[in-house]
């Protein structure tokens, strides 16, 4: 039974974030380090003859806003095809949505990857005794080896503080250091120049695949170079360094995104940089980053000795060789918190896109770009972000969605004649809102209002009443006055649904046999609908407002179809049991009312949670099986929402063993919705996270449990500072697979349930208390 604890009960073990190291530099995109500072991001290589830092920018886009992008006859078919997926003629209403519905982008656009900074060291004999490394704790990669009798030592880091990256080279030879400083040009235009002490890169993010090739940011990218001793020189456009002790590189981009001077942007980093100097720049950049991660460490165990001393990549595929290795798992949660702290922060521009910060150029080059995908990657980009305490790195999300909901709202009436406003299944840096270019995927109507959930579960982890009045309740209630004007009545039972619209991605058979993706009354929509209601309507409550829009609120709630379970007793994706015309798919947007909903649960709907179960198990089964990063990651926080730990575990070891590469970045796998090859996608690294999160502690407003599905693999181990809806922080320890102890900080009043396996204990927590807990 759970019982309270003195204070000295608990006792507080700390465990530093780890480190990913490796023994050779990186041949490969994939061997890379990534670090950031929630704008600008750098790939680092740590090459002995030459450093490639392979740059990006969260703002270097092509395209450019666009008032054309709806079609002009799709208000005046909506209700047609209406009528035709009610008379049950599917085909017909398949053909005139695919040839009035769909979006007409002229000038989308996609983030770009940027030049590269390279290093290019004199030729010399090999390099011996290397090392690469990140160190999640400070954000710092570290590349030492010795050369010709001389240690060489390399840090590269990227600063939030001042905006730009910082690489330090030493040798404990006086005289020995050297290199060329240049940048080159990738697939921006552009052009390169070096004064005395910088190399300069200006250009513009044209490209002609995804944009009308006149359409991009202009940007300027300064390589200042600052030396300790010997001579500089200009090379043509690089710089030749001979002769130092030590040496400083410091990197800064501008772009005129938010309508900035490029140039000026850039030299103002670089002259703040170089004004503090080195050391000031590097502490305040250590200070910074540790604020953040310190605040969630995780042990579950430490690894046998001879395990330990293996590098990273080494380790990586001993798991994938199926032997277990905790302390790996517990590195791979870090790393995706360190991800997230990198790649986006309180003051960066745009969030996390679908290669997060990191452009590898492989997604900008296919067929889909490096945007912004609303039918699950974004969502899932930042479903660690508060359970693990990372609140504020959420921020540019809520920016992104204010500019949706701003752009949405013409798109709402154009398309729909309805008030509030809408986003489909992609956006842009630009403001898009209109529906995708193609069918099967583009006629996502519930995409803006998925991400809007992300506004709430804000507002549920911090409590603070003013951002759900000035920010959220205002992007929610416009998502709401949307769907309430845009769902009609389905004539058989007078049920009130959505469409035409598609549940992401998949497509059914008709029951003439034919393959379709329109729908009406698709289950991901009736997950979305019932949440931005719900939410909407408690929001309003809280506030004091809106009594009528409450009034139609709840019922339109009690309208809304039930979710059903089909003939192979499987969640139903779509109103009717249709057969899934590609029983493999990747997407399961159905099972959002498992997670990140709770409009499914195994205590309290048991049927539905077995049905969603079938769902999966049928998936995996199915010949061709699209098992992709964020499938996997889905799949481990699903069955964590299931209190099936096992099975959460396995899923958790695929994604990080078949889904993840040798700098455990998840992949979207070659040969899956068009990739040619393996391509970088963030959101299996953020998911993965979040799903560790889930396994060690839910809540839910009202209740908080602990251990909900901790596996067997896991025996003995703590975490501290996980977040608990309502304003808390929990830390947890157990052994030998039962709880030892936790402890619960609150930093508001607040009245709570917790659960332990079958045992309740409600407990009223005072503002700044600390409660520590045990079983008696």
Same mark, same amino acid.
């Given at each position: 039974?759970?019982?309270?604890?003195?204070?000295?009960?608990?006792?507080?073990?700390?465990?530093?974030?780890?480190?990913?190291?490796?023994?050779?530099?990186?041949?490969?995109?994939?061997?890379?380090?990534?670090?950031?500072?929630?704008?600008?991001?750098?790939?680092?290589?740590?090459?002995?003859?030459?450093?490639?830092?392979?740059?990006?920018?969260?703002?270097?886009?092509?395209?450019?806003?666009?008032?054309?992008?709806?079609?002009?006859?799709?208000?005046?078919?909506?209700?047609?095809?209406?009528?035709?997926?009610?008379?049950?003629?599917?085909?017909?209403?398949?053909?005139?949505?695919?040839?009035?519905?769909?979006?007409?982008?002229?000038?989308?656009?996609?983030?770009?990857?940027?030049?590269?900074?390279?290093?290019?060291?004199?030729?010399?004999?090999?390099?011996?005794?290397?090392?690469?490394?990140?160190?999640?704790?400070?954000?710092?990669?570290?590349?030492?080896?010795?050369?010709?009798?001389?240690?060489?030592?390399?840090?590269?880091?990227?600063?939030?503080?001042?905006?730009?990256?910082?690489?330090?080279?030493?040798?404990?030879?006086?005289?020995?250091?050297?290199?060329?400083?240049?940048?080159?040009?990738?697939?921006?235009?552009?052009?390169?120049?070096?004064?005395?002490?910088?190399?300069?890169?200006?250009?513009?993010?044209?490209?002609?695949?995804?944009?009308?090739?006149?359409?991009?940011?202009?940007?300027?990218?300064?390589?200042?170079?600052?030396?300790?001793?010997?001579?500089?020189?200009?090379?043509?456009?690089?710089?030749?360094?001979?002769?130092?002790?030590?040496?400083?590189?410091?990197?800064?981009?501008?772009?005129?995104?938010?309508?900035?001077?490029?140039?000026?942007?850039?030299?103002?980093?670089?002259?703040?940089?170089?004004?503090?100097?080195?050391?000031?720049?590097?502490?305040?950049?250590?200070?910074?980053?540790?604020?953040?991660?310190?605040?969630?460490?995780?042990?579950?165990?430490?690894?046998?000795?001879?395990?330990?001393?293996?590098?990273?990549?080494?380790?990586?595929?001993?798991?994938?060789?199926?032997?277990?290795?905790?302390?790996?798992?517990?590195?791979?949660?870090?790393?995706?918190?360190?991800?997230?702290?990198?790649?986006?922060?309180?003051?960066?521009?745009?969030?996390?896109?679908?290669?997060?910060?990191?452009?590898?150029?492989?997604?900008?080059?296919?067929?889909?770009?490096?945007?912004?995908?609303?039918?699950?990657?974004?969502?899932?980009?930042?479903?660690?972000?508060?359970?693990?305490?990372?609140?504020?790195?959420?921020?540019?999300?809520?920016?992104?969605?204010?500019?949706?909901?701003?752009?949405?709202?013409?798109?709402?009436?154009?398309?729909?004649?309805?008030?509030?406003?809408?986003?489909?299944?992609?956006?842009?840096?630009?403001?898009?809102?209109?529906?995708?270019?193609?069918?099967?995927?583009?006629?996502?109507?519930?995409?803006?209002?998925?991400?809007?959930?992300?506004?709430?579960? /804000?507002?549920?982890?911090?409590?603070? !009443?003013?951002?759900?009045?000035? %920010?959220?309740? $205002?992007? +929610?209630?416009? #998502? &709401? @006055?949307?769907?309430?004007?845009?769902?009609?009545?389905?004539?058989?039972?007078?049920?009130?649904?959505?469409?035409?619209?598609?549940?992401?991605?998949?497509?059914?058979?008709?029951?003439?046999?034919?393959?379709?993706?329109?729908?009406?009354?698709?289950?991901?929509?009736?997950?979305?609908?019932?949440?931005?209601?719900?939410?909407?309507?408690?929001?309003?409550?809280?506030?004091?407002?809106?009594?009528?829009?409450?009034?139609?609120?709840?019922?339109?709630?009690?309208?809304?179809?039930?979710?059903?379970?089909?003939?192979?007793?499987?969640?139903?994706?779509?109103?009717?049991?249709?057969?899934?015309?590609?029983?493999?798919?990747?997407?399961?947007? /159905?099972?959002?009312?498992?997670?990140? !909903?709770?409009?499914?649960?195994? %205590?309290?709907? $048991?049927? +539905?949670?077995? #049905? &969603? @179960?079938?769902?999966?198990?049928?998936?995996?089964?199915?010949?061709?099986?699209?098992?992709?990063?964020?499938?996997?990651?889905?799949?481990?926080?699903?069955?964590?929402?299931?209190?099936?730990?096992?099975?959460?575990?396995?899923?958790?070891?695929?994604?990080?063993?078949?889904?993840?590469?040798?700098?455990?970045?998840?992949?979207?796998?070659?040969?899956?919705?068009?990739?040619?090859?393996?391509?970088?996608?963030?959101?299996?690294?953020?998911?993965?996270?979040?799903?560790?999160?889930?396994?060690?502690?839910?809540?839910?407003?009202?209740?908080?449990?602990?251990?909900?599905?901790?596996?067997?693999?896991?025996?003995?181990?703590?975490?501290?500072?996980?977040?608990?809806?309502?304003?808390?922080?929990?830390?947890?320890?157990?052994?030998?697979?039962?709880?030892?102890?936790?402890?619960?900080?609150?930093?508001?009043?607040?009245?709570?349930?917790?659960?332990?396996?079958?045992?309740?204990?409600?407990?009223?927590?005072?503002?700044?208390?600390?409660?520590?807990?045990?079983?008696?």
């Amino acid at each position: 039974m759970l019982k309270p604890l003195s204070g000295q009960d608990f006792r507080d073990v700390r465990v530093q974030p780890g480190m990913l190291w490796y023994d050779r530099p990186a041949t490969r995109w994939f061997e890379a380090l990534p670090i950031g500072n929630g704008r600008l991001g750098g790939m680092v290589r740590g090459g002995t003859d030459r450093e490639r830092i392979q740059l990006s920018e969260s703002t270097a886009w092509s395209g450019g806003p666009s008032a054309t992008d709806l079609s002009p006859t799709a208000r005046q078919q909506v209700p047609h095809i209406r009528e035709l997926l009610f008379a049950g003629d599917h085909t017909e209403a398949q053909r005139l949505a695919t040839e009035h519905l769909l979006g007409g982008p002229r000038s989308f656009g996609t983030n770009l990857p940027l030049p590269e900074v390279q290093l290019n060291f004199p030729e010399g004999p090999p390099a011996r005794d290397y090392r690469r490394a990140l160190d999640l704790d400070t954000g710092l990669v570290s590349v030492t080896y010795e050369q010709d009798g001389v240690r060489v030592s390399r840090e590269v880091f990227a600063t939030n503080p001042h905006g730009l990256i910082a690489i330090r080279l030493t040798s404990d030879r006086p005289g020995s250091l050297g290199f060329d400083l240049s940048i080159q040009i990738g697939v921006l235009p552009g052009d390169t120049t070096a004064t005395d002490s910088c190399v300069v890169f200006s250009g513009h993010a044209y490209e002609s695949l995804h944009s009308d090739g006149r359409q991009g940011v202009a940007l300027e990218i300064r390589a200042h170079l600052e030396a300790e001793g010997g001579t500089v020189h200009r090379v043509g456009d690089a710089l030749r360094l001979e002769g130092a002790d030590r040496a400083i590189v410091y990197v800064a981009v501008g772009t005129d995104w938010a309508g900035q001077d490029p140039r000026a942007q850039a030299q103002s980093l670089l002259s703040a940089a170089l004004e503090a100097g080195y050391s000031a720049v590097r502490a305040a950049h250590v200070t910074d980053h540790q604020a953040l991660m310190r605040r969630v460490s995780l042990d579950l165990g430490a690894a046998p000795p001879d395990i330990a001393a293996l590098p990273t990549d080494a380790r990586r595929e001993r798991l994938a060789s199926g032997k277990a290795d905790n302390e790996l798992i517990a590195l791979y949660f870090q790393y995706g918190r360190y991800l997230t702290v990198a790649g986006s922060r309180h003051n960066s521009p745009l969030p996390l896109a679908l290669q997060g910060l990191w452009n590898d150029g492989l997604a900008s080059s296919a067929p889909w770009t490096n945007d912004f995908h609303l039918d699950m990657n974004t969502q899932q980009n930042y479903w660690a972000a508060e359970p693990t305490n990372l609140a504020e790195c959420q921020e540019p999300l809520f920016g992104l969605l204010e500019n949706l909901a701003t752009h949405g709202r013409s798109t709402a009436e154009q398309m729909y004649g309805a008030p509030g406003w809408v986003a489909h299944t992609v956006t842009n840096a630009w403001g898009y809102t209109a529906p995708g270019s193609g069918i099967g995927w583009g006629m996502n109507v519930t995409g803006g209002a998925w991400l809007a959930l992300q506004l709430w579960e /804000h507002f549920e982890y911090g409590r603070d !009443e003013t951002f759900l009045r000035e %920010r959220a309740y $205002p992007v +929610l209630r416009g #998502a &709401a @006055e949307f769907l309430l004007a845009y769902a009609v009545e389905e004539p058989e039972h007078g049920l009130l649904v959505t469409g035409p619209s598609e549940s992401p991605e998949n497509w059914y058979l008709a029951p003439d046999g034919s393959r379709c993706s329109v729908s009406m009354g698709a289950t991901a929509d009736r997950v979305f609908m019932e949440a931005v209601l719900r939410i909407c309507a408690e929001s309003a409550e809280l506030l004091g407002v809106d009594a009528d829009l409450r009034t139609r609120i709840s019922a339109a709630r009690r309208r809304l179809p039930p979710f059903r379970i089909g003939r192979h007793g499987q969640l139903q994706e779509w109103l009717h049991d249709y057969e899934e015309a590609e029983p493999s798919h990747r997407h399961t947007s /159905h099972l959002s009312a498992l997670f990140p !909903e709770r409009q499914i649960t195994p %205590r309290d709907t $048991p049927d +539905l949670a077995r #049905a &969603a @179960e079938v769902t999966i198990e049928r998936r995996q089964q199915a010949p061709g099986w699209e098992q992709t990063e964020w499938v996997e990651a889905n799949f481990t926080v699903y069955f964590a929402r299931l209190l099936n730990g096992e099975s959460a575990l396995e899923h958790l070891t695929s994604l990080i063993a078949d889904a993840s590469e040798a700098n455990l970045m998840t992949f979207s796998a070659g040969g899956v919705a068009g990739a040619a090859q393996n391509i970088y996608s963030f959101d299996g690294n953020a998911g993965g996270t979040a799903g560790v999160a889930e396994m060690l502690l839910q809540s839910d407003g009202r209740d908080i449990e602990l251990l909900p599905a901790l596996p067997d693999g896991w025996p003995d181990g703590s975490v501290r500072g996980l977040r608990a809806r309502g304003g808390l922080t929990v830390d947890i320890r157990w052994h030998d697979g039962r709880l030892a102890a936790a402890r619960i900080r609150a930093s508001r009043a607040a009245t709570v349930r917790l659960r332990y396996g079958a045992d309740l204990l409600e407990v009223r927590l005072v503002d700044g208390e600390t409660l520590a807990l045990g079983l008696g």
